[in-house]
């Protein structure tokens, strides 16, 4: 087994971890606060920090209530596990939409990748590095949009028939929505009240969201 010290997300990564111990440990540690990827028998775990949980959190929100003011269905599944075993790949986005496919997915209980589209979105934030590829995983799993936030800028990235994913400068899912914008309100995130935050979000999304208008 191998340690990965990050300052602020304590890390492992074990080896030769068989598909079916990486199953039994996702059924043993259900109910706490470890992230597991995996990929083709190593297995990386992580306890997320606050920093981590916060852009998490209000990047989730923005996100939500943008679908709620344009009146676009939405189904969230926050950070549910995503494996397929036939890839030997698994992972835990931070949080997850079915947009476009929701309809698809209303009503169900049980998901399975095998015969269920993935979320249209995953949000992934990168305050520290993972020793795994999981853009790699994500492509894997076809996920088709991911918005990655590295501490600084929102990166949308799409997924391109070669199965490789491309950064672009708009969101598929929300083509009208300025993503430079989002990183504004993602960053005022860490030093506004949250309430207040939301309510002039909201605000902005109902005037149009003019470029370089937030309060």
Request: hydrophobic share 35%.
């Amino acid at each position: 087994m191998a340690t990965a010290q990050a300052k602020t997300e304590p890390r492992f990564l074990i080896d030769h971890v068989s598909w079916e111990e990486y199953e039994t440990l996702l059924e043993l540690w259900s109910d706490r606060n470890i992230r597991m990827t995996y990929d083709r028998g190593v297995l990386e775990l992580i306890s997320p920090s606050y920093e981590h949980g916060r852009h998490q959190h209000i990047l989730a929100r923005l996100v939500e209530v943008y679908c709620l003011e344009r009146d676009l269905d939405i189904l969230g599944a926050g950070n549910t596990t995503f494996r397929r075993r036939i890839k030997e790949r698994g992972l835990e986005p931070d949080e997850c939409y079915w947009l476009r496919n929701e309809p698809l997915m209303r009503g169900k209980e049980d998901l399975d990748l095998d015969v269920d589209p993935p979320p249209d979105l995953a949000i992934e934030v990168e305050v520290t590095k993972s020793a795994l590829d999981r853009m790699d995983i994500y492509a894997e799993l076809s996920f088709p949009e991911i918005w990655r936030f590295d501490g600084r800028l929102v990166h949308v990235h799409q997924l391109q028939p070669d199965g490789t994913y491309a950064e672009i400068t708009s969101s598929q899912n929300f083509p009208e929505l300025p993503i430079d914008e989002v990183t504004r309100w993602v960053l005022r995130g860490s030093t506004s009240a949250e309430n207040r935050l939301i309510r002039e979000f909201t605000a902005w999304v109902r005037a149009g969201m003019p470029r370089g208008e937030q309060p």
